[in-house]
């Protein structure tokens, strides 16, 4: 539901950004107060590392994740005192020397080569690296959105290839096992996921002597773009995770959209409406260069539409009702927000409030694209 100072921010130039500092706080607070202590939230800043979200953020989780160098050192400017784990394929021996530099509590390790690099760079600078190695498990993704399978984490067998050289590296402490399988999952099926992990982990480290084992079980928290209000269990997750744990582990997740995609809104309005082929076509200002969500998701992204009295040539007219496909500015079939959908009696000068922009939307869009001009950014506190 759309919100009475997200509502008036459409008098303003668009298209806008508007997160809702406010509201990103209390849903957040309510994730921490239904996790009560079951795992450590971590923040996925991949889902939106913009300075206002993550201070908004930072007093209810426990630490964020980063996934670059660049992430590494814009969360260390931003929160200088955060706690941070660096995860990520392809990790340079630069970003490994950041990570050390930057104090990274914990670094999630890819691949028997990162480790072996980790191992040199961590001796060369005397420092010490907390790491826990990614695991890449097969099969066992039904459900999912996003099946994290292919060159993410170690599989089983590599895993295996790590062991010599931690035995080897005094410089680098293992500390757990960490694992990111799938996005999309409802509490159900990521609690069936880290069942699964948990016990392949606890198995191999065991073996390892491994004291006080940490698992961080990732993020891809299910959010559902069809119905906005319906929200990711986090009380039945706390409660599945509280039978999964046992004494002297520390379990952790790593949530980013179903942290901050309600907080954040896309609002454009109506520059064009017309008919081709039979069909209505709304042109909105601005496009997916700024909101790539609906085209990487390929859906159809939930909107209000706020009627300002406009004109053209659907106003007025008895067509209610005939659904019309959202296009925005660019100079290709994909720039689509959503497709034959009922905007009810929508005129040239309206405006569409797309919902659930806080997450994967401005960060991951094509900015340049066409060269329009850049969104307003607004935060409301
Ligand atoms: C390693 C890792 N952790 C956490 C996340 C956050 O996932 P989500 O935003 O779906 O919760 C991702 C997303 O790709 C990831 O790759």
């Known amino acids: 539901m759309i919100g009475e100072r997200v509502r008036e921010q459409a008098a303003g130039a668009l298209p806008a950004f508007v997160y809702d500092l406010a ?14 202590g079951a795992a450590e939230l971590f923040y996925a800043a991949k889902a939106n590392p913009e300075p206002p979200v993550l201070r908004a953020l930072a007093p209810h989780v426990a630490g964020i994740e980063v996934a670059s160098g660049g992430e590494l050192a814009h969360v260390r400017a931003v929160l200088p005192d955060a706690r941070i784990a660096f995860g990520g394929p392809g990790k340079t021996d630069e970003e490994l020397r950041a990570a050390l530099e930057h104090r990274v509590e914990r670094v999630h390790v890819e691949s028997p080569y990162e480790l072996r690099r980790l191992t040199a760079i961590a001796r060369a600078a005397d ?13 066992g993704r039904a459900g999912a959105a996003l099946a994290m399978s292919g060159p993410f984490g170690m599989d089983p067998e590599a895993i295996e290839e790590c062991r010599p050289i931690l035995e080897a590296a005094p410089h680098v402490r293992l500390r757990g096992v960490h694992a990111h399988l799938a996005s999309g999952l409802d509490a159900d099926a990521m609690l069936a996921q880290s069942a699964r992990v948990l016990d392949w982990a606890r198995d191999w480290l065991s073996g390892l002597g491994v004291d006080r084992p940490e698992f961080n079980l990732g993020g891809g928290m299910a959010v559902d773009y069809t119905d906005p209000a319906r929200r990711f269990d986090w009380a039945a997750h706390a409660t599945g995770l509280r039978a999964l744990a046992r004494p002297g582990e520390t379990l952790r997740i790593e949530p980013g959209r179903a942290v901050t995609v309600y907080g954040g809104w896309y609002l454009t309005d109506v520059l064009d409406i017309k008919r081709a082929h039979g069909e209505w076509y709304a042109v909105l200002r601005g496009g997916t260069m700024h909101l790539r969500t609906p085209v990487t998701k390929n859906h159809d992204h939930p909107f209000t539409v706020l009627h300002q009295g406009g004109s053209g040539p659907r106003a007025g007219q008895p067509n209610t009702g005939e659904p019309v496909t959202l296009v925005g500015q660019l100079c290709t079939p994909k720039d689509v927000f959503a497709r034959r959908v009922d905007a009810g009696q929508l005129a040239v000068g309206d405006v569409v409030a797309f919902a659930m922009a806080g997450a994967y939307a401005w960060n991951i869009s094509h900015h340049d694209f066409l060269m329009h001009p850049k969104p307003r950014f607004t935060y409301l506190d």
């Open 23 to 36: 509201g990103l706080r209390a849903h957040v607070a309510g994730i921490a107060a239904a996790l009560d």
């Open 127 to 139: 420092r010490r690296a907390d790491v826990l190695l990614r695991v890449n498990l097969a099969g």
